[in-house]
């Protein structure tokens, strides 16, 4: 396992004087470097790849460039960047750029015809997505309040709020939408009818444990590895208050712990914390160092 020591907390592209826009997900981040390696790791040689959620387009970038990816199509929910996401692959990679075609426009997962015909027929999906709830959302903000005794706090710059969160109740009638996986299971359900053989690599949070990601390919259809993995610290733009309520809602009639998810105390990651401890944390000091792993799982599918 890796450690990630030094993410400065809500750095954005653009405050570091790159030009790329500050709505656009910093390409350094720890999560997208982790994600990065975890590509390289996943068998896109000569292949053909969909990229749910491009961000900025440097995964674009780093598949055509590193892993060696023949065709790369992408979109994203902010119609933005597919736009900066072609400029930025003419800038960084220009004898590859017409190895990459952006589907147009604000796209949620594959949910357009246009992102849907381009989605038949690849042979891999890689999507790093939300797998936080809306603390804005109606349904999440009265969870949150009725076992934490109060909204959780909102902590996300506006313009890149959807790089973060998901609409919890939007994904109701998912069953892994209960632990903040719903657009993850919408998004495995959309690929299996769409494009049944392709390979999906997905890069998350671990804050809801392993066994759980593994759950959730198993659940729709795909044999699940684990690419690689890294503590990296817990986002200051993004609030956790959803996963403490989780906690809070699973406990016993006893009270006896239920659903407990893995934070850490050390960058290491050798002092576990539960997300009532690790927002107990937060809560007293935003600042404070509290860690989570991130890890890249490639699911295959199972039959
Ligand atoms: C955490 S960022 C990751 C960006 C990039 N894939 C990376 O790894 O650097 C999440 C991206 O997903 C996009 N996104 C959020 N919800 C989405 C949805 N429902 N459908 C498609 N893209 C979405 C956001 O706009 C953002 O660009």
């Keep these: 396992m890796r450690t990630e020591t030094t993410l400065p907390a809500c750095k954005h592209a653009s405050d570091a004087g790159d030009p790329l826009p500050g709505f656009a997900f910093d390409p350094s981040d720890p999560w997208t470097r982790t994600f990065q390696e975890g590509l390289e790791g996943a068998g896109l040689a000569d292949r053909s790849v969909y990229e749910v959620g491009i961000g900025s387009g440097a ?7 590193r892993c060696g990816a023949g065709r790369v199509t992408g979109s994203d929910l902010d119609p933005r960047l597919p736009l900066l996401a072609q400029r930025v692959v003419e800038r960084d990679a220009p004898g590859l750029a017409h190895r990459f075609r952006p589907v147009p426009g604000a796209v949620s997962l594959i949910d357009t015809r246009e992102a849907a015909a381009a989605m038949r027929g690849v042979d891999a999906v890689v999507a790093c997505l939300p797998q936080v709830p809306d603390p804005l959302d109606t349904r999440c903000a009265r969870f949150c309040a009725a076992y934490l005794g109060g909204a959780e706090e909102e902590r996300c710059r506006v313009d890149d709020r959807i790089a973060h969160y998901y609409p919890w109740s939007h994904f109701d009638a998912l069953p892994y939408n209960a632990v903040g996986l719903g657009l993850i299971e919408a998004l495995l359900r959309q690929v299996r009818s769409c494009a049944p053989r392709a390979r999906i690599v997905l890069n998350f949070g671990c804050r809801v444990g392993r066994e759980t990601l593994s759950g959730i390919f198993r659940a729709n259809g795909y044999r699940p590895t684990e690419l690689v993995a890294r503590v990296v610290r817990q986002s200051e733009c993004t609030g956790i208050g959803f996963f403490a309520a989780l906690e809070e809602a699973s406990r016993g009639p006893g009270e006896e712990p239920g ?11 050798r002092s576990p914390l539960t997300a009532i401890e690790a927002k107990r944390i937060l809560d007293a000091d935003p600042a ?14 199972a039959e």
């Design 59 to 65: 995964n674009i970038v780093h598949m055509l460039e």
């Design 259 to 269: 659903f407990v998810c893995e934070f850490y105390a050390d960058p290491q990651g």
């Design 288 to 301: 404070a160092p509290v860690y989570h792993e991130v890890c890249v799982v490639q699911g295959d599918p």
